[in-house]
């Protein structure tokens, strides 16, 4: 599935709620049903400081695709985390730079990504995309 | 007692609804909310008299230059210092700081000395004396506190000593609400001779403050976080510390003549205000002080105290409510954990439920270690506040646990 059509797939189950409390409801269930992340990849290197929450994001490279393992310590920071990682993770370096991330305004969690917000969010994705450029030169190189 | 009714009428703000519903304000102490008298104020300069102040021959330039003085003999009054040259304006409470640490630091301070600060500061309060000790070759010592916040006063008199230069303390913790015995402390330092600065950030607006009875060498605020607008502060310094100190930043009006071989200073308190000042924002202020003297501020401080004792009350009775910062001495703010839920996760729903808190660390990450934690959420309220939004605030935790359990 391309990753527009994950991003189409995630509006629709967010475009039957337009109350705010369910859609949070949803959020928090996405990021209780996200797998785990191995507490011994938690570590100093691979987590994302923000002053509101906290993200850890681990990359996998595997036969020219990039796997992404993430967690946080706030559930809907860890919701918003599994989304992103649903849509980027299992990609090539060139569809994870090359996709722009638009279901984030269309399902109204814009402001999460506020660089004020400093949940970490904002930081994960450029992380997600840096990863990319490095393995694909790694695998240039 | 205030008139609530009345009282809330004067802030326009306070009528807005979020996400459909009325807005319940709880962050007064990032900033406060500016009443009608402060915005029509700040308008009437600049729609009938804004010119730059002290410089033009002008008739605008007259009233404005007026106004702003006016508004420091204001401040003045409020703070009940000795004389207008002893108030300085800037930009706020972090700039008085810095001024301070800047300026009597580089007069004063050097290798081997000693600034004292507590364990209770905003990082204001810690991140310019750090620099200064670097640059100096100074020592940082920490006033130690307890689990409710309460400074160790013998530990502080016993790390008092020759090498001390300057003692900087906050009115009132940001992060916890917590008020430290300043009269004591500097009453303790005055014995030594030593200066003290008092961070009153979150001091001026909840009650009388008087610096020459509290007897401080320095009093530093914000006017965003005293009813006034944002982008003005006030640094009150005794006179015979400020004469004595090198002018912090270089300019226009800080200046009596300038040549290229040499530069004579002007008099306090224009040597420490370098270019155009905030005076539109000063005058703002001066009408917030104005304001809120009318309201009166004892009468503030009582419903103030009954919105924490309340709210206090309402929130021990949750059941997996933690209350950091169990002082007995404290200004109206609340700083709590929800067991099981993380603080940015409560504060986004109740957020989304119309009530405005803040949560994280509250630009106190030292306090945060020493309780052990990574952040609070923070209900900061002031007397435009109501028992019924401390309700809302209560119903709003209930439904967070209810979310997240």
Not at chain 2, 190 to 197: H, K, Q, S, T, Y
């Amino acid at each position: 599935m391309k990753t527009d059509q994950v991003q189409e797939q995630i509006v629709e189950e967010f475009s039957q709620f337009d109350d705010w409390m369910e859609r949070y409801e949803l959020l928090i269930d996405m990021g209780r049903d996200m797998e785990q992340m191995d507490e011994s990849l938690k570590r100093p290197d691979f987590v994302i400081e923000g002053c509101q929450s906290r993200v850890w994001l681990y990359p996998e490279f595997n036969e020219g695709r990039v796997i992404f393992t993430a967690d946080s310590d706030a559930l809907i920071t860890r919701g918003i985390v599994s989304l992103l990682v649903r849509v980027l993770s299992g990609r090539t370096p060139d569809e994870i730079t090359g996709t722009e991330l638009w279901f984030i305004d269309k399902i109204g969690l814009r402001q999460n990504l506020s660089p004020t917000r400093s949940n970490g969010l904002l930081s994960m994705i450029k992380q997600m995309r840096l990863y990319a450029i490095a393995f694909k030169a790694k695998e240039g190189g | 007692m205030i008139d609530i009714e009345k009282i809330r009428t004067d802030f326009p703000i306070l009528g807005e609804r979020v996400y459909g519903k009325d807005l319940v304000y709880l962050d007064n102490g990032a900033t406060t909310q500016k009443p009608k008298v402060v915005i029509d104020r700040m308008e009437e300069v600049f729609t009938r008299y804004n010119s730059n102040i002290h410089r033009g021959v002008h008739h605008l330039s007259d009233i404005a230059s007026r106004e702003y003085e006016q508004a420091r003999e204001i401040v003045r009054g409020f703070i009940n210092a000795g004389s207008t040259d002893e108030i300085i304006f800037n930009s706020g409470t972090t700039a008085g700081i810095n001024n301070v640490a800047c300026s009597f630091g580089e007069r004063f301070v050097g290798r081997g000395d000693e600034i004292v600060i507590s364990a209770l500061e905003h990082h204001a309060n810690i991140v310019p004396w750090q620099m200064l000790c670097e640059r100096k070759g100074a020592t940082l010592r920490v006033i130690p506190m307890s689990d409710d916040g309460e400074l160790n006063i013998d530990h502080y008199k016993a790390i008092l000593g020759k090498s001390t230069r300057l003692v900087a303390i906050t009115h009132a913790s940001n992060a916890l609400g917590v008020v430290p015995p300043v009269k004591e402390i500097i009453a303790e330092a005055r014995r030594l001779g030593i200066p003290v600065l008092v961070d009153g950030a979150q001091g001026v607006q909840h009650g009388v403050v008087d610096v020459r009875d509290l007897d401080c060498d320095f009093y530093v605020f914000s006017g965003h976080k005293v009813y006034g607008p944002t982008g003005i502060g006030v640094l009150y310094g005794k006179r015979e510390l400020l004469d004595d100190m090198p002018p912090w930043q270089g300019g226009g009006d800080m200046v009596k003549s300038v040549t290229f071989e040499k530069t004579e200073y002007n008099d306090l308190p224009f040597k420490f205000e370098a270019g155009t000042t905030n005076y539109a924002g000063a005058i703002g202020l001066a009408a917030a002080l104005e304001y809120i003297g009318a309201v009166g501020l004892e009468e503030i401080a009582a419903a103030e105290a009954d919105l924490l004792s309340y709210a206090t009350e309402r929130l021990s009775a949750i059941k997996g409510v933690t209350i950091y910062g169990n002082s007995s001495c404290k200004i109206s703010v609340i700083s709590f954990l929800i067991d099981g839920v993380h603080q940015y996760d409560a504060g986004m729903v109740l957020d989304k439920m119309g009530v405005a808190v803040r949560t994280g660390t509250h630009c106190a990450q030292p306090v945060m270690e020493r309780l052990g934690i990574d952040g609070t959420i923070r209900a900061s309220f002031c007397f435009y506040n109501t028992r019924h939004e401390v309700d809302r605030l209560a119903e709003g935790i209930e439904k967070v646990i209810e979310m997240f359990r």
